[in-house]
């Protein structure tokens, strides 16, 4: 009986050792998880920190240089309830290149951006139409810019500058913005100081097809 119990014993033991073992590698992922944080997948810039409103997917969608619109879905924490929080929730009234950046962006007129009744808005819809900018950028900048809620809130967001093509050909301005040849144009504010650089080198519209698998592989 002894030489039946005592392999068995042994490989009790051996096992137990091997738990043990794995403990302090098991424990020592300790908290903050990667599947914990905040993980926005998005070609475009966002701002999902502190109780305040939610900034997503930020672009400048631009049919050519120096000329595009803003569109972003903006929306409230996920704290807040929309059914009772989304009328009183501060909108969007200012949009402007930070102050450290290297950009000159104008933002033309546009009317304050309210959340609707399920808490979320989002400018790329055609039906509501994002904010027209101009200044001194072009499809591939990435440029710092600071949204001004009306509860006097301030959001800075990397954003980028992207063509006006594909996904996003049906990028529209506010209703009553100027569109030419069914792109999206911005006008600047007729408060706004012209922008020199933007009026002497425009740009022809960007070519939105894509490249000939020929040409390509030239």
Same mark, same amino acid.
Not at 11 to 22: D, E, F, P, R, S
Not at 101 to 116: E, I, L, R, T
Not at 144 to 169: M, R, Y
């Given at each position: 009986?002894?030489?039946? *119990?005592?392999?068995?014993?042994?490989?009790? &033991?051996? +096992?137990?050792? #091997?738990?043990? /073992?794995? %403990?302090?590698?098991? @424990?020592?992922?300790?908290?903050?998880?990667?599947?914990?944080?905040?993980?926005?997948?998005?070609?475009?810039?966002?701002?999902?920190?502190?109780?305040?409103?939610?900034?997503?997917?930020?672009?400048?969608?631009?049919?050519?240089?120096?000329?595009?619109?803003?569109?972003?879905?903006?929306?409230?924490?996920? *704290?807040?309830?929309?059914?009772?929080?989304? &009328?009183? +929730?501060?909108? #969007?009234?200012? /949009?402007? %290149?930070?102050?450290? @950046?290297?950009?000159?962006?104008?933002?033309?007129?546009?009317?304050?951006?309210?959340?609707?009744?399920?808490?979320?808005?989002?400018?790329?819809?055609?039906?509501?139409?994002?904010?027209?900018?101009?200044?001194?950028?072009?499809?591939?900048?990435?440029?710092?810019?600071?949204?001004?809620?009306?509860?006097?809130?301030?959001?800075?967001?990397?954003?980028?500058?992207?063509?006006?093509?594909?996904?996003?050909?049906?990028?529209?301005?506010?209703?009553?913005?100027?569109?030419?040849?069914?792109?999206?144009?911005?006008?600047?504010?007729?408060?706004?100081?012209?922008?020199?650089?933007?009026?002497?080198?425009?740009?022809?519209?960007?070519?939105?097809?894509?490249?000939?698998?020929?040409?390509?592989?030239?």
């Amino acid at each position: 009986m002894a030489a039946v *119990t005592t392999p068995l014993r042994r490989k009790l &033991a051996l +096992a137990a050792g #091997l738990v043990t /073992l794995g %403990a302090p590698v098991l @424990s020592s992922c300790g908290f903050d998880y990667a599947t914990d944080r905040p993980n926005v997948i998005a070609h475009g810039g966002f701002h999902v920190d502190g109780d305040g409103m939610r900034v997503l997917a930020t672009r400048i969608v631009a049919a050519d240089s120096h000329a595009g619109v803003f569109i972003a879905t903006i929306a409230l924490n996920p *704290t807040a309830n929309a059914a009772t929080d989304a &009328a009183n +929730a501060p909108t #969007l009234t200012g /949009l402007s %290149a930070r102050g450290d @950046s290297d950009y000159d962006v104008q933002a033309g007129d546009f009317k304050p951006v309210a959340v609707g009744d399920t808490g979320a808005v989002n400018l790329a819809d055609p039906s509501i139409g994002g904010i027209p900018v101009t200044g001194d950028f072009k499809a591939g900048s990435s440029i710092p810019l600071t949204l001004t809620f009306s509860d006097g809130e301030k959001i800075s967001i990397q954003t980028p500058v992207v063509t006006q093509c594909h996904e996003f050909a049906d990028v529209a301005p506010q209703a009553g913005g100027k569109k030419a040849g069914g792109k999206a144009t911005a006008s600047a504010s007729p408060s706004a100081e012209p922008d020199s650089t933007a009026s002497s080198a425009a740009s022809a519209p960007y070519d939105c097809s894509f490249p000939d698998a020929t040409t390509a592989a030239e």
